[in-house]
């Protein structure tokens, strides 16, 4: 999919990203497009952590004394 914007940086953050884009021998848009997807795994790694403490949190014992190959284990019967 493409998405067609029109970015407005200011002339500082236009010269860093010229600065990282050479540096690493890629363009602006793969830089812009790298800081994105990065950003949103940190964000997608936050949702599933607060959703793990939501359900580790209504049973607080569910996993104490169990390695992860006994819950593989207790998953895949």
């Given at each position: 999919m493409r998405v067609r914007k029109n970015f407005i940086f200011d002339e500082e953050t236009a010269e860093h990203?010229?600065?990282l884009a050479k540096r690493d021998g890629k363009?602006?848009?793969q830089v812009?497009?790298?800081l994105i997807e990065e950003e949103y795994k940190t964000i997608s790694k936050e949702e599933k952590l607060k959703i793990?403490?939501?359900?580790?949190?209504s049973m607080p014992d569910a996993f104490v004394g169990?390695?992860?190959?006994?819950i593989k284990?207790?998953?895949?019967v």
């Open positions: 990203l010229e600065k363009t602006q848009t812009v497009k790298d793990l403490n939501s359900i580790a949190g169990k390695s992860i190959q006994s284990a207790s998953m895949d």
